[in-house]
């Protein structure tokens, strides 16, 4: 089986996130626009896409579950990790239970109700704030990184002047020959030019 680093979750959760997105924007396009060709066929699409994100989403969230329990952690990473979890298991809950109220209300079908919708939006809040947890339990904590670029110091050394990424080592190694003569003309603020400048 192909290996996903760290594992399968990262992947599978992206689907997730832009059907279920997908599916609560479609169904206020199909509120909004009622009786026209753009809101029946938006209703159409925001079916299919909560109905196939609630199928993504069972995989997902066994992914997570087992990201949960076997990725390198400390105290702060499992709280973060904890928190982003718990905001999961509410979302998937929400999720769910609109998944089933479509699929078996056919007034749902022709016509989201008002509280329908708001179920719907409560629904998008609580995975827009799901995928911001998650992405702090990688981006401030690191979890599930295999490595780190080490941060060089006094900052990166990248040459600029011709708009590529050369020698990091370029400026630095850069010497005047001796026999160069070259004119210096004085700053009003006392610096002078030729000095170079130091990345």
Do not use: C
Not at 123 to 148: I, N, P
């Amino acid at each position: 089986m192909i290996e996903i680093i760290p594992n399968w979750h990262p992947l599978l959760v992206h689907f997730t996130v832009a059907l279920w997105s997908v599916a609560v924007g479609l169904f206020v396009v199909g509120r909004l626009f009622h009786g026209t060709d753009l809101g029946e066929n938006s209703k159409i699409v925001a079916l299919y896409s909560l109905w196939l994100g609630a199928f993504f989403s069972v995989f997902t969230g066994l992914a997570g579950w087992d990201a949960y329990n076997t990725v390198t952690h400390d105290d702060a990473s499992h709280a973060a990790m904890t928190e982003h979890r718990n905001w999961a298991l509410a979302t998937l809950a929400v999720f769910f239970v609109l998944s089933l109220w479509a699929a078996v209300s056919r007034s749902v079908r022709r016509q989201p109700s008002a509280p329908f919708l708001v179920v719907a939006l409560l629904g998008l809040a609580l995975l827009m704030t799901t995928g911001y947890k998650g992405a702090e339990v990688v981006y401030r904590y690191g979890l599930g990184v295999m490595s780190l670029p080490e941060a060089e110091a006094g900052g990166h050394a990248h040459a600029h002047d011709d708009g590529g990424h050369g020698d990091p080592a370029g400026d630095a190694d850069m010497t005047m020959p001796e026999d160069m003569d070259i004119e210096q003309d004085a700053h009003e603020d006392g610096h002078t030019h030729g000095e170079g400048h130091a990345h």
